[in-house]
């Protein structure tokens, strides 16, 4: 009995560990108010703005880095990247200070183009490759007009992606959080399965105790060779450059007018 209510608290201890680092513990601050989702085209319904908004602030906080969202029009006829950086000029967007640590997505309606974009810390985490990868996830929903799903999905990855030291592959297995839990799992069943082994009397039973050794020998041996066969398979090409992904472009970060460098990837949709 003693054992049983042993292994119990071992399982809920281990449990509590592997669980615990999957819960966020940052709130919301009801004092945030800050705008991160600038629709001037009009994509969103006034609802999916207000869910952006919350999603935007509580992942911006967890990474000290504004994740915005921009839309437009294009009625003045520039281009999305010159759009991007003249509008991160004169809003002085950034999470720490003005024109401090961003991530923004841009839309140019008119053109069908989008443009990935970090400043200082989100340039640092989100480099041009890794917006290129973000990109490419974003494009299909962009293509069929799932504009919330599309923004949504842009404000998770920057955060996943922002949580893996720069110069890593971010889509990586190891770092994705469905084979964590299993592996946690895994190790955990293991653990108390061992410990469940272990707790129980020792085995004085094997395989050789109800033997007869003196009658009991192999009489008969043999090895057959059947064939042996090769198969040629074709090498996969390796071109995987960012200008092949989904959408075309790629492009590349830049600097604005007010001299705030920036990473950048650019496509169609």
């Known amino acids: 009995m003693k054992n049983k209510t042993y292994l119990k608290g071992i399982l809920f201890l281990i449990m509590l560990l592997i669980f615990l680092p999957l819960v966020s513990n940052v709130a919301i601050a009801a004092s945030d108010t800050k705008q991160r989702i600038y629709d001037f085209a009009g994509l969103l319904t006034p609802e999916e703005i207000e869910e952006l908004e919350v999603t935007a602030s509580k992942y911006s906080s967890k990474r000290k880095t504004d994740m915005v969202i921009l839309t437009s029009n294009n009625m003045e006829g520039k281009d999305v990247v010159k759009y991007m950086q003249d509008f991160y000029d004169e809003k002085a967007l950034g999470y720490d200070k003005p024109h401090g640590n961003c991530a923004i997505l841009t839309i140019d309606m008119e053109n069908r183009e989008v443009y990935l974009a970090g400043f200082y810390r989100g340039k640092e985490y989100l480099d041009d490759s890794r917006l290129d990868l973000i990109r490419s996830k974003i494009t299909p929903d962009l293509s069929k007009g799932d504009y919330y799903k599309a923004f949504h999905n842009f404000i998770k990855t920057s955060y996943k992606y922002m949580g ?90 830049g600097v604005t007018s007010g001299g705030h460098s920036h990473s950048g990837s650019r496509g169609s949709f």
């Open 164 to 253: 893996i030291r720069p110069g890593v592959n971010p889509d990586n297995i190891l770092f994705d959080l469905g084979f964590q839990i299993i592996a946690s799992l895994a190790t955990a069943g293991i653990i108390v399965g061992f410990m469940v082994h272990n707790s129980g009397g020792k085995i004085t039973v094997n395989e050789g105790t109800y033997r007869d050794h003196g009658n009991s020998r192999i009489i008969q041996r043999r090895d057959d060779y059947i064939r042996t066969t090769v198969t040629k398979v074709q090498k996969p090409s390796q071109n995987n450059s960012s200008g092949s992904s989904f959408g075309g472009g790629g492009g590349g970060g």
